[in-house]
């Protein structure tokens, strides 16, 4: 009887094509491929291509990454950029990692009142745009108009102020760290989320044999959000390696001084639109931006092969 | 059944569609008694006075063609337009910057050649350089303005310190010691952030006299002077005096930070562009005047960085080339040179008919040719076309100097590097 049953079913199984799965994948898949696949597939096949004075393009094969990592004139500006990215989201992994996860901590304290509020007000930044935060930052480190000289004068402090936005040494410090503040909220949520789902018992037992809470925290709570941390960091290095609003509106496309704020988003941007009597090259800035598709693609598979399966592994 | 509940629905969809192609057919009618035209510029800043006193006046005299003006940050212009103009999607008439940056686009075919536009005549050979090919056969924008470089100062704070526009840089740092051992006003008005002010409102706005204007320029072009010699370090190393005199935290000062600091009554002297005329113009209690350059020592002749900087040409593509020609030619008029120079105090004509200018630091400023020689600035022909870019680098060194992070002479070597790595002279 049930094998009869079952024998049928995979007949029917067999004849019929599950056309239902297509059509519900099909909206999802069309989009992805018309909005991410495909220019992401044409910016390839545009590296490949060069252009004469006319516009008129040819195929170049790979000379536009020969050139972009031979010739001085162009590998120094996009190792700069790159080493300024790293540097960028070096940055962003330490603080704003680490406080993300301090606040976070925080907010899943048991008896913390006004959690909400606070949640709130600390995603707050993340949602504004980065035109609103740079202007913001720029108003409040001013040396001209700003308060934070005044600020550092009160407390005695006032020799420590300097023009951070504009030297080359504090420059891209300052910049990263305007961007963490901005967007600190979202692995906050992240890990605030994970802690909160560790079941209860867990850190009850713990307490009855008599562990402190800090070492509760440190050696029951942490281990269990490492894939959360996994996570963020992956989303922190494809976000940083992306990022080109918050320098282009606080330092411009040149993003000095001296290109110390010059990271690859503004240097390809430079690229292929051009920049003040510099011509667009859209040919050599699609070479820069599929640069910048390798370099986030070894990260991430770095991240899928080399972290998540020992994670999972570990948490197995 | 179906048949007939077909047939009427597939009559109305008839009727439906009869009546579509009589509107369009309408409407077309209509555009081709007002043809639409639309502007594209950088000059968003400017977008009150087109509408409210240049357009105007031009649909007065052609009530048949109706112009729009569109305008972006000067920041976004460059890569909105070169997108536009390869989707096709570009405005029928586009603010042609000078140079390299219009010769590229006329050799892409975007850019209309104007050769055989009637008030092309009225401009001189050194007004339509700016937008010819380099052998000066085609020429693909109408000139419209120069902007003019020099020293606006604050009145007030000079009479109160008994302080008369300097003349030779001597007495142009002597005025700045005195305002800054006064220690009430910071004495240049000036701020490295954005980079470009170093380059421009320094380096173009006082090297004319260093590299004597126009022999020096072609000079460079011809490849028998360099970056390393002695006017052009020279430059770097008066930039270089600036920075003491410079407001507090200077490295991180933007441009509309100088523009407020100046016009609130707290500094003393702006290197300035004749296009800050208006903006300072807006601010009641602001009294200021201009100087020219302050002369290096040991020279006698003056020169000034009088720029081409704005045109205006015909997008290829446009559905009405021959309104835009009509258009373009009335930008060559006398008319539209005058309503221009007056609505913009700052942006100068360069028709070579007479225009009177009202504007008294515009007629400061302007008043300088009579005893100055002009040049325009010396990066923007043919030297900014090669990787590294020289405008881009020269903003970066000009602010290096200004910020004491590199030697005039490592600055000048920079420049000359980058040019020897990709540019050679025809001999």
């Known amino acids: 009887m049930t094998s009869i049953a079952m024998a049928a079913d995979a007949s029917v199984g067999r004849r019929r094509w599950p056309t239902h799965i297509v059509v519900f994948l099909a909206p999802a898949f069309l989009v992805y491929t018309l909005f991410s696949i495909y220019p992401l597939i044409d910016t390839i096949r545009l590296s490949l291509y060069g252009a004469d004075e006319t516009g008129q393009q040819s195929f170049i094969g790979i000379g536009n990454f020969v050139t972009l990592l031979t010739d001085p004139n162009w590998s120094k500006p996009f190792w700069n950029a790159f080493r300024n ?88 410090i300052t910049v990263s760290l305007i961007s963490v503040w901005q967007f600190v909220g979202i692995p906050m949520i992240l890990i605030y989320a994970a802690l909160i789902n560790i079941p209860d018992d867990l850190i009850d037992a713990a307490t009855v044999d008599g562990a402190p809470p800090f070492y509760v925290f440190w050696v029951i709570r942490l281990p269990l959000v490492y894939p959360t941390l996994g996570v963020v960091s992956i989303l922190t290095f494809v976000g940083n390696f992306n990022a ?24 390809f941007y430079r690229t292929f639109f051009g920049y003040q009597l510099q011509a667009g090259n859209p040919t050599m800035g699609a070479a820069v931006a599929t640069m910048m598709l390798f370099i986030i693609m070894v990260g991430v598979l770095f991240y899928l092969f080399g972290v998540q399966r020992k994670l999972q592994h570990h948490l197995a | 059944m179906t048949m007939r509940d077909e047939r009427p629905r597939f009559s109305r969809t008839g009727a439906l569609a009869a009546t579509a192609l009589a509107l369009v057919t309408l409407m077309g009618g209509i555009a081709h008694a007002e043809t639409t035209l639309t502007i594209e510029s950088w000059r968003n800043d400017d977008a009150d006075m087109w509408n409210k006193q240049i357009l105007p006046a031009f649909m007065a005299k052609h009530p048949d063609i109706k112009v729009t003006f569109k305008g972006y940050p000067p920041t976004e212009y460059n890569a909105a337009l070169n997108t536009e103009l390869a989707g096709g999607t570009a405005a029928d008439i586009i603010t042609c910057r000078p140079f390299d940056a219009s010769l590229d686009l006329y050799k892409k075919g975007y850019l209309t050649n ?72 910071t004495p240049i008005a000036l701020g490295t952030a954005d980079q470009w002010e170093a380059a421009t409102m320094g380096f173009q706005n006082i090297g004319p006299d260093y590299w004597k204007g126009e022999a020096g320029r072609k000079a460079l072009i011809a490849g028998k002077e360099k970056f390393t010699d002695k006017p052009y370090v020279d430059v770097f190393k008066e930039l270089a005096s600036w920075g003491p005199f410079m407001g507090d935290g200077y490295q991180a000062q933007k441009y509309p930070d100088t523009q407020n600091l100046f016009s609130l009554g707290r500094a003393a002297i702006y290197p300035a562009g004749s296009w800050d005329i208006p903006l300072f113009e807006q601010t009641k209690d602001l009294s200021f005047d201009a100087f020219p350059p302050p002369q290096p020592d040991g020279t006698d002749k003056c020169y000034i960085s009088d720029h081409v900087d704005i045109g205006m040409g015909v997008n290829a593509k446009s559905k009405n080339p021959d309104a835009a020609k009509t258009f373009i030619d009335w930008v060559g008029s006398a008319e539209f040179a005058g309503l221009y120079a007056n609505a913009l105090p ?77 540019y050679k002279p025809a001999k």
């Not at chain 2, 970066?396 to 490592?410: D, H, R």
């Open chain 1, 85 to 172: 990215n790293l540097i960028f989201f070096a940055i962003h992994m330490v603080v704003q990692t680490s406080i993300g996860l301090a606040l976070a901590a925080l907010l899943s304290l048991p008896r913390l009142k006004g959690a909400g509020v606070y949640r709130t007000l600390l995603f707050m930044p993340t949602m504004l745009s980065v035109v609103i935060i740079g202007f913001i930052w720029q108003l409040i480190l001013s040396p001209l108009w700003g308060i934070s000289k005044g600020f550092l004068a009160a407390l005695g402090l006032g020799s420590l102020f300097a023009p951070w936005l504009g030297q080359e040494g504090t420059a891209l």
């Open chain 2, 346 to 422: 700052g942006f100068f004509p360069l028709t070579q008919e007479a225009v009177e200018i009202k504007d008294p630091v515009a007629q400061t400023f302007v008043g300088w040719r009579k005893n100055c020689e002009s040049t325009i600035r010396n990066s923007y022909q043919i030297l900014s076309r090669g990787t590294p870019n020289l405008e881009n680098e020269l903003w970066a060194v000009s602010a290096n100097v200004l910020n004491g992070t590199q030697t005039p002479e490592a600055a000048a070597e920079q420049l000359q590097k980058g040019l020897d790595g990709w």
């Open chain 1, 244 to 267: 080109f609003d918050l320098i282009y509106a606080m330092k411009g496309a040149q993003a000095g001084p001296n290109g110390a704020t010059d990271i690859l988003g503004t240097f």
């Open chain 2, 114 to 185: 104007l050769n055989d536009v009637p008030s092309m005549k009225n401009f001189s050979d050194v007004a339509k350089a700016a937008w010819q090919t380099d052998d000066g056969k085609d020429t693909f924008c109408m000139p419209m303005a120069s902007v003019i470089h020099g020293f606006i100062y604050n009145k007030k704070i000079f009479d109160e310190l008994g302080l008369t526009p300097p003349k030779t840089t001597k007495e142009f740092h002597a005025v700045l010691e005195k305002i800054k051992a006064d220690g009430k006003y």
